[in-house]
């Protein structure tokens, strides 16, 4: 069992940056992807980015990369989701999630975090 908790959401500007966190409780946190999704309002669930349990495998959606970047402390049981560049079509809820798998599919991941909500305005 992994339970996951995000923080650092918040409103920023338009080309400003935020870092979310994502705690992690279990010692087995190393052996898990963990993957960053976001929804908007009256959107689905998007994926954001995806990092492999020993961080050497990253994956990034188009419409993030070269702006985000996703990393994990294993020591700490924490994931990172640095936000840069930040535009208004980013404005969404983001969640983390775990899963044993290396994927980018929502249905893959098995632990969910409550959400952080980002709010970028123009």
């Known amino acids: 069992q992994v339970q996951l908790v995000e923080s650092g959401g918040g409103l920023v500007q338009a080309g400003g940056s935020l870092r979310l966190s994502c705690a992690a409780s279990g010692r087995t946190f190393s052996r898990y992807t963990m993957g960053w999704f976001r929804q908007a309002p009256e959107k689905k669930r998007e994926f954001v980015a995806r990092?492999?349990?020993?961080?050497?495998?990253?994956y990034y959606a188009d419409s993030v990369k070269g702006r985000f970047t996703i990393s994990r402390d294993n020591a700490k049981n924490t994931v990172y989701l640095q936000m840069n560049s930040l535009k208004p079509e980013d404005t969404a809820v983001y969640y983390c999630?775990?899963?044993?798998?290396?994927?980018?599919?929502?249905?893959?991941?098995?632990?969910w975090g409550q959400g952080t909500q980002v709010t970028v305005s123009s």
């Open positions: 990092i492999s349990w020993s961080g050497g495998s990253i």
């Open positions: 999630a775990a899963a044993m798998v290396v994927t980018t599919l929502t249905g893959n991941y098995d632990y």
